[in-house]
Each structure stands twice: as structure tokens, then as C-alpha cells.
């Protein structure tokens, strides 16, 4: 079962207008995802020219800027994230219904299965060692660029956190994204969430505090497809 803890997720469970936000530089964005645990400038990877036959072009156009109608969205620098965790279709065999998704945090991968034995899988960062959990959800609901309240539990290991404790607005810098999908069990707010992360070098790691994220691009593409009900899985890691 997962732990409604607020010390395990990156995220408040304050709501402002049904959504969570964020703001500040791109390192204090950082340093309130890993917690001040991992210096992310070491976790650069180097992209290559084709993969699973997507060319170098062909993914910058999926990583591309997004025209968003609130905040417009820079495009991805793929040349920090391997080629591997590109957004693809691949085989998924499962019992599970259309449009579930699934976490996988062992191999960093998060899918949501299209049915006849088919899944859409994102390259993902989830959460670290001590953070992490496993378990059924659903999405209990979801934002766009949403507010991001720092729990109490946060606010007490990072105490520079505490000006955000009444709510960062939504933003580019915002820890949560542009999009964000919150889970929910049995009624209640998990604390846990799928957020949408703008540094492609976090993707296969472990830096969060039990969230999943996904790049931006990934995140509204699987936000856009994921209505409220819809099931998680999050597998052990």
C-alpha cells in the first residue's frame, strides 16, 4: 500500500483553484526535487543520432517548443537525455484495461497501455532511495500549471522552502510543471503525483520524494489522453 506521508512526494496538499504550483530559479526548482540530495549537474547524458529507428530530428520534433495557450514551452535539449527513454510505442502485454498506466521505477519507464497489446511508454525520474513506494491509485485528479505547496514535513528540511508555504503559482519554474496528474486512494490524496519535469538529464534517476516525473512534452501528451478514474499502477522498484 502506498504511504500518504507528505514527506515522500515533492508536493503540498495544498489546493488553490484545484491545481498545485511552483516558481523560483531553475537551481532552487532543482534543489527542492532532489531534496538537496543529488547535485544534478553530474547526471548529464549524452544522446545519440537514431534510436528504435527515431531519427535526431524526428525527436526534436516530439521534444519541440509547445505553443501553450497560458505559458508557451520551450523545446527539450535531447542532446542530456538518452535516446532510450525517447517516447515510443512498444509491445506491453497486459490484463489491464486500455488506458491504465503503468509506473515502472526499476527500469524508469511509465506506460499507458493502448490496448491490443500495446503501450505509449515515457522515460521517466522517480523517486529515491527511502522515497520510494508501490501500489494500485487512480487519478483523482488533475491541473494544469498547477500551484506547488512544499509540505510542513519539507518546509522543516528545507527551510528555504518556507516562503512557498503559502503556494508558488504555476510557472515554468514551478516544480510540479505544466501538467500534473495526482493519485489518489480510496477518496483520499495520496500526496503523490506524475508532474511534468523541463530537465531532461533528471530522466533516469532517482531524485524525487516518491513522484513520478516525465518531460514536459510527455507529460501533457499523457495528460491529454488520462481522464479522472483512471487507474496506477506503480510497480516495485
Known amino acids: 500500500m502506498m504511504r500518504s506521508n507528505s514527506a515522500f512526494c515533492p508536493v503540498g496538499s495544498t489546493i488553490d483553484g484545484g491545481a498545485l504550483s511552483r516558481g523560483a530559479d531553475m537551481t532552487s526548482r532543482r534543489a527542492f526535487l532532489v531534496g538537496g540530495a543529488v547535485g544534478l549537474g553530474a547526471l548529464g547524458l ?4 537514431t534510436t528504435d529507428g527515431m531519427s535526431l530530428a524526428e525527436a526534436e520534433k516530439l521534444y519541440g517548443p509547445v505553443p501553450d495557450k497560458k505559458i508557451p514551452i520551450p523545446a527539450t535539449d535531447i542532446s542530456k537525455l538518452d535516446p532510450k527513454y525517447y517516447r515510443r510505442t512498444v509491445r506491453h502485454d ?20 493502448e490496448g491490443d497489446g500495446n503501450a505509449t511508454r515515457y ?18 485528479r488533475k491541473a494544469e500549471w498547477p500551484v506547488w505547496t ?4 519539507m518546509i522543516k528540511r528545507q527551510p528555504e522552502a518556507a516562503k512557498y508555504a503559502r503556494g508558488m503559482p504555476g510557472g515554468l519554474e514551478n516544480p510540479l510543471g505544466a501538467r500534473t496528474l ?3 486512494q480510496n477518496g483520499k490524496y495520496t500526496l503523490y503525483t506524475i508532474y ?9 534517476t532517482n531524485l524525487t520524494s516518491g513522484c513520478t516525473g516525465l518531460l514536459t512534452q510527455d507529460m501533457i501528451d499523457l495528460h491529454s489522453r488520462t481522464p ?3 487507474k496506477v499502477i506503480v510497480l516495485p522498484a
Do not use: H, M, Q
Request: proline share 10%; net charge negative; glycine share 14%.
Open 150 to 153: 512544499p509540505p510542513p514535513e
Open 123 to 140: 522515460g521517466a525520474n522517480v523517486g529515491r532511495e527511502g522515497f520510494l513506494w508501490s501500489g494500485d491509485a487512480y487519478v483523482g
Open 182 to 184: 495526482y493519485l489518489y
Open 94 to 113: 497486459s490484463k489491464e484495461a486500455p488506458g491504465t498506466i503503468i509506473v515502472d521505477p526499476k527500469n524508469y519507464y511509465v506506460y499507458r497501455l
Open 228 to 230: 479522472v478514474g483512471t
Open 46 to 49: 549524452t544522446g545519440c543520432a
Open 196 to 204: 511534468s519535469t523541463s530537465d531532461p538529464e533528471t530522466i533516469g
